[in-house]
């Protein structure tokens, strides 16, 4: 399995910004996708998961209402469209993969792509 993330960078709070992750050496239906995000000095936590098949989603409070998890199975790529950006969301965002249903504990997650960073700030 590869995850590939990109689409990072620097936005003003209050912007928006639309991360992309590409996968790829499997099929994943009955699999979940999934964002993670690990700022300065803090473990990584979930941020947002989709179900591959039914499109399922589930989020964390902190974005919910303001980030979208969304995905085209025909490009085999999820996105994270993230709005209404704060300075607390700056950390590097990560796409990881696995069966469906798994937790929000990002130890439970076994595969991962790359880190890309966000920056909120002014």
């Known amino acids: 399995v590869q995850l590939q993330a990109c689409g990072g960078g620097l936005v003003r709070p209050g912007g928006s910004l639309r991360l992309s992750c590409a996968a790829s050496?499997?099929?994943?239906?009955?699999?979940?996708m999934a964002w993670f995000r690990q700022a300065p000095g803090k473990e990584r936590e979930f941020v947002a998961a989709?179900?591959?098949?039914?499109?399922?989603?589930r989020y964390s409070d902190s974005v919910k209402d303001r980030f979208t998890i969304s995905r085209d199975s025909a490009k085999s790529t999820v996105y994270l469209q993230m709005g209404t950006l704060k300075p607390e969301d700056t950390a590097v965002y990560y796409c990881?993969?696995?069966?469906?249903?798994?937790?929000?504990?990002?130890?439970?997650?076994?595969?991962w792509g790359r880190g890309t960073l966000v920056t909120v700030s002014s």
């Open positions: 990881a993969t696995d069966r469906a249903g798994t937790s929000r504990s990002w130890t439970a997650w076994d595969y």
């Open positions: 050496g499997r099929t994943f239906n009955g699999y979940d």
């Open positions: 989709i179900r591959w098949n039914i499109g399922y989603t």
